[in-house]
């Protein structure tokens, strides 16, 4: 394997192509949203706006390991920070990969937090609008 592979394979590479993935399934779905993640990017990986309500996405395409309350705890900070109609939306590869303590820290959140699958981010997008 070369160079270039290796860092194309990367866990870094992987989480941005995720995220460039969810941005396409959104934008072709004519949802406005602008990939924010990088240095300083305080915990949310994609922006977006429709019909006037703000969505902060957190991206988490693990595979060795499990979506834990942590995370849910992670995307409830930045919404502390954001105006009361904000949602944050955890998009996993898929619902298996959220912990039953992190479901239970959504549900019980004070916040607006959404887990998602990356099969699903639309559908339930649509439901919440």
């Known amino acids: 394997m070369t160079k270039f592979q290796q860092k194309e ?11 460039m993935k969810i ?3 959104l934008t072709d779905a004519n949802i406005k949203c602008k ?9 949310i990986d ?15 395409n693990w595979r060795t390991k499990n979506i834990d309350r942590s995370i849910i ?11 009361n109609r904000t949602i944050g939306i955890v998009a996993a590869s898929s619902m298996n990969r959220y912990t039953p303590g992190a479901k239970e820290t959504a549900r019980k959140s004070i916040y607006n937090v959404i887990l998602v699958d990356v099969n699903n981010i639309i559908i339930e997008l649509n439901e919440i609008i």
């Open 23 to 25: 941005e396409k399934l």
């Open 35 to 43: 990939i924010t993640s990088g240095p300083g990017d305080k915990g």
């Open 9 to 19: 394979n990367s866990p870094v590479q992987k989480d941005k192509n995720f995220e």
């Open 73 to 83: 705890n992670q995307i409830e900070g930045v919404l502390s920070r954001q105006s």
């Open 46 to 60: 994609i922006k977006e706006m429709k019909k006037g309500v703000k969505f902060i996405i957190k991206c988490k």
